[in-house]
């Protein structure tokens, strides 16, 4: 995960990048951590509050997620590299799909970073370190909260949104698909299907088809690698996801 370039600037910047400044400077009475943090909020670097409790919540949709695909007669007849490709392309919308349906809330907190001196004792061995995994943004992780809360504001019926979840499945865009014309009439009886829900329940609302799709679009622009290193990160570490996913849908 990448961040832009933080517009955020201290008047002693220069004093405290030397080592010899920052280690003296709490006896000096200068600046407290929180005044030297950066308060960017595109770059300040978050991770889960509760990881226990979040991360076992959005294990259980994850497992739930996969069974949706595994028992869809429709996906298991495509050829297994449609199904790799597609799992691939639509396995994080409709994971968030499934933290909207099952009500799944976090909340975050800035990730610490190490001292100065932490990071000095642990370059001075000589060893050439690994560069550091980048964390979470708050401002990525607001803007996935708002999406969430974008969908409970619709109150969503289950048929609304297993229809929904097939037509983010079935996603005939996907580079390098085999089946691309079936795979698109697949998604077009699911669109079909969700309208005729929708005509069945909230036949006054004429617009709401159209915020459905959109609102499932904003899902699609959340990056994968955000929502695999905010939620699972810390339970596989730095196990491929999609590699864990692939086993999750041949297992029996």
Not at 145 to 172: D, H, M, V
């Amino acid at each position: 995960m990448e961040y832009e370039k933080c517009c955020c600037r201290h008047r002693h910047e220069e004093k405290e990048n030397a080592i010899l400044y920052a280690l003296l400077s709490p006896q000096r009475g200068s600046h407290s951590p929180s005044q030297q943090r950066c308060l960017c909020a595109k770059r300040r670097a978050v991770c889960l509050q509760t990881p226990q409790v979040t991360c076992r919540a959005a294990s259980e949709v994850l497992v739930k997620t996969i069974s949706f695909m595994k028992n869809l007669p429709s996906f298991q007849l495509l050829p297994w590299g449609d199904q790799l490709l597609l799992l691939d392309s639509c396995w994080a919308p409709l994971f968030l799909l499934g933290l909207a349906q099952e009500m799944v809330t976090f909340e975050v907190m800035e990730t610490p970073a190490p001292s100065l001196l932490e990071r000095i004792l642990l370059d001075g061995g000589g060893k050439r370190q690994e560069p550091r995994r980048a964390q979470p943004s708050l401002a990525s992780v607001q803007h996935l909260q708002c999406c969430l809360t974008s969908f409970w504001s619709l109150a969503l019926r289950p048929k609304e949104y297993a229809y929904l979840k097939g037509a983010i499945l079935f996603n005939p865009g996907v580079p390098g698909l085999k089946a691309s014309s079936y795979i698109e009439s697949l998604q077009q009886e699911a669109q079909r299907a969700l309208q005729e829900v929708l005509a069945l329940l909230h036949l006054e609302d004429q617009g709401r088809f159209a915020r459905i799709l959109l609102m499932s679009s904003s899902l699609k622009s959340i990056p994968p690698a955000l929502v695999a290193d905010l939620f699972f990160q810390p339970v596989i570490g730095d196990t491929d996801i999609l590699e864990l996913l692939m086993e999750m849908l041949v297992m029996k």
